[in-house]
């Protein structure tokens, strides 16, 4: 019958699903701002004008009431509209695991986290800024928010980075550009790799094992130029005391409960079956101890909290339900990456420099999950069409929607980490920019030097990538400090970007000849930055 009512809907059915689509739109710019609803909007006007249109941009004929309508808001069980496959991920998935997340903070697994970090903090120069670093990568992973990320652990580690040293924009780039990296950290990947799964059809182990190496790059790099900044800016260290025996017995809460998600993903159970289990771990161990058990009330609120975040995505996801069946509708999933591969000639470094573009657009103020959907329909298509591999295609698009969370006009995480630490918005969003340098290169790379994701095309050259890819990586973050010893001339700077080019180069290139000229140019600048250290 539903699907006969989807062919033949009658007027009460048309009526139901315009306030279907009516609310939603609502809901949308009361969570997520104007960006995602204008988007969809301008979508449906192109699916009911688009046949007034020239070619190539006319689309067919489609009827409103009998045909458009019954399409975005009346097919359940087709995969299209509000109840399209985007909303099923959420409800069977993201749901689960975003619940997962809010009840393990609400269970002390944040309290070891924190701990972790200010040991690995009290044993460098950039203190509190490796507390940030280390402790927003290990809850990042599990949160799946930028913005509750930085909240979390941005509260404790800004006013500590302010304290000894660090300024405000400093301090709130490291805490953004360290919260919004929980992205891209295994095993959950703030639950955006999960998406990929759904929508690719890539298993979830393969997507979480090659994203290892990436992350541990932007992590290092990220480490690397908070030291700097500790350097340049004469910070001491400031030890804390960590109590190991407090460490140790609160170590259950967030690595049980990791244990048995990891393990259960291991052994191929469904991620409906690994979240719910997951969940009653989390719940199991924080009863271990009285100490720090949870009050009902604060796990209850935490349920409040987790269902309240899931259902913020199934707006998002639904609204991108709209947006995927306009495109199918109206031609635009089959126009646009022709059109990417008009504009871009067929050169694929064209192409991906538009798909970044697109990517950081469409991701502006919306949760990453989101973003990559929205990238997903719309320019990896013109990356599949020019050869490249389905996972670095889909990798391309994830790393840039999540990154668009530092990147201007919008950048929430940005306005978040700023907010805390009292520092001007544009100032912030450059310095984060700069210390997640790393992060806005590995998409390009991941296509590149497929080593990074762990597919080497021989044993040799993957270890002559390795080392270009540590080196060029390295010569970028000193350029953005400008700093590595002592703050960089004008010849040192050209010496490390020269060298960057150059072992770029020999990733583009396969030829050892750029790997010999940039490690040379590399070596040189740090040896002249090591020569005008003070005594």
Sequence with gaps: ELSERLIFPLSRDVVIGVAAIFVLFIAAVMKFGKTLPIVAGVLIAYA???QYLPEPFR????EIRDQLVPYLSLGIGTGWGIYGNEVAISANYLFLLILFGSVLAASGGTRFIIGIGQMVGS?????????AVVGSSLLGTVTGSTAANITITGAFTIPLMKKVGY???SAAAIEAASSNGGQIMPPLMGVTAFVMAGYTGIPYVQIMIAAIVPALLYYMLLMMYAQIQAKKMGIAKHPVSVDAKELLLDSPGFLIPLIVLVTLLLKGYSLMFLAFWSIVSVLATGLIRKKTRPSLQTVMKAFVRGARAGS???VATALIGIIVTCFSVTGLGIKIPTLVGILSGGILPLAMLITMIVSIILGAGVPTIVAYLLVAVTAVPALLKMG???LQAHYFAMFYAAFSHLTPPVAIGVIVASGLAGSKFWPT??????AAAAGLLLPWIMIYAPVVILRPESLMFG???IIAIILALFSLQVICSNYLVVELNAMEKAGFFLAMIALFATLVTNNYLFLGIGIFLFAVAVCLQRSRRPL
Excluded at 123 to 131: D, I, K, M, N, W
Excluded at 429 to 434: D, G, H, N, R, V
């Design 48 to 50: 009911i004008f688009g």
């Design 59 to 62: 689309t067919p004929d489609l």
């Design 123 to 131: 044993r460098l120069t950039s203190g509190p800024a490796a507390v």
């Design 167 to 169: 300024s405000p924009k």
């Design 312 to 314: 913020e995505i199934a």
């Design 388 to 390: 490249v591999p389905m």
């Design 429 to 434: 969003a450059l310095e984060s920019m700069k």
């Design 463 to 465: 270890i002559a990538e």
